[in-house]
Nanobody, 121 residues
Framework: QVQLLESGGGLVQAGGSLRLSCAAS????????MGWYHQAPGKQRELVAA???????NYVTSVKGRFTISRDNAKNTVYLQMNSLKPEDTAVYSC???????????????WGQGTQVTVSS
């Protein structure tokens, strides 16, 4: 059984910072891409940032220069450092990991439970 456990969401004023963490645990052979999506009320889920196993990153335009994604492969953990937060960043943030588990061929995407980030003006 694979689990992704998120932490770090909360309420912050505009201009503030938050750091999200997402740790994968369980029977895992390899982890490939990891990343974060967010979904605001009434809007579609959107990819915020992603990072490959080799460290290559990409970001949605709206967060470039403010958010930084990183990972610790030894801990199977991905982070999202969010600086200069804006009210429009308010959303539920969910992490994902594309990984292989024993016996099952290929990769599957696993999701965290989601964490609320609220930025007040």
């Amino acid at each position: 059984q694979v689990q992704l456990l998120e932490s770090g969401g909360g309420l912050v004023q505009a201009g503030g910072s938050l750091r999200l963490s997402c740790a994968a645990s369980g029977s895992i052979v390899s982890i490939y891409d990891m990343g974060w999506y967010h979904q605001a009320p009434g809007k579609q889920r959107e990819l915020v940032a992603a990072i490959s196993s080799g460290g290559a990153t990409n970001y949605v335009t709206s967060v470039k220069g403010r958010f930084t994604i990183s990972r610790d492969n030894a801990k199977n953990t991905v982070y999202l450092q969010m600086n200069s937060l804006k009210p429009e960043d308010t959303a539920v943030y969910s992490c994902y990991a594309d990984l292989r588990i024993p016996v099952v061929p290929g990769t599957s995407r696993y999701w965290g439970q989601g964490t609320q980030v609220t930025v007040s003006s």
